[in-house]
């Protein structure tokens, strides 16, 4: 089955530092990418769709200078958290839709996620 | 605004019997929903996608029912298990082709 790699799983950083997070679809390629965030018994927030040799686009409210999200191959995309602070503290997410699927509507493939903990 | 509303009251039952969570919508005109389940420090996993079109979808002890006039999709675990002790989420397409999810329901399953 198709399978999503996120890294780290768990980071923890100083405030104003930043954090790299790494998205892979390992057995699938993936033109678009999704980054979610999720707080402590909250629902999934998704934060920013990322497309492979474009920019991505950012939710409302979603600081696009804040988390940089690159996609430069069909396997890998990556969101960098920079000037970290604790509030930024949370579980980020990624997943991908196989693009040889059924479309827009096939179901999502997920990383296992990031805890990302800011000090 | 759109909304998915599910029940966030955890949900617990014994072993054996059918788990029922449910799944409300606002503001939606969906082809599809879809239901995962996610455990603690994990990323979803994909269960069912049920279309517009289909009243009911099984896939071994999970039913999933969409009625699109009530705007309401039944998700129902039978025979449960302790393993099946879990966060399920509802969640339908968004204008953008990625997934809005509801809260998501917690299911306790005790032996």
């Known amino acids: 089955g198709a399978v999503v790699s996120q890294h780290p799983s768990r980071v923890i950083c100083k405030s104003g530092t930043s954090v790299k997070i790494e998205c892979r679809s390992l057995?699938?390629?993936?033109?678009?990418m999704f980054w979610y965030r999720q707080f402590p018994k909250q629902s999934l927030m998704l934060m920013a769709t990322?497309?492979?040799?474009?920019?991505?686009?950012?939710e409302q409210g979603v600081e696009k200078d804040k988390f940089l999200i690159n996609h430069a191959s069909l396997t890998l995309s990556t969101l960098t958290v920079t000037s970290a602070h604790p509030e930024d503290s949370s579980f980020y997410i990624c997943?991908?839709?196989?693009?040889?699927?059924?479309?827009?509507?096939?179901?999502?493939?997920f990383g296992n996620g990031t805890r990302l903990t800011v000090t | 605004s759109q909304k998915i509303e599910q029940n966030s009251e955890a949900l617990n039952i014994q072993e054996g019997k059918t788990a029922t969570l449910t799944c409300n919508y606002t503001?939606?005109?969906?082809?599809?929903l879809q239901w995962y389940r996610q455990d603690p420090g994990r990323g979803p996993v994909f269960l069912l996608l049920i279309r517009e079109n289909e009243k009911e979808k099984r896939k071994e002890r999970l039913k999933v029912t969409f009625d699109t006039t009530l705007k309401q999709s039944l998700f129902h675990i039978t025979a449960s298990q302790p393993a099946d002790s879990a966060t399920y989420l509802c969640a339908l397409t968004n204008s953008g082709y990625a997934l809005n999810f509801g809260k998501g329901t917690s299911l306790l399953v005790t032996p």
């Open positions: 990322s497309n492979e040799g474009s920019k991505a686009t950012y």
């Open positions: 997943s991908a839709r196989d693009q040889a699927g059924a479309g827009s509507n096939s179901p999502l493939h």
């Open positions: 503001n939606y005109s969906p082809a599809y």
């Open positions: 057995d699938f390629q993936a033109t678009t």
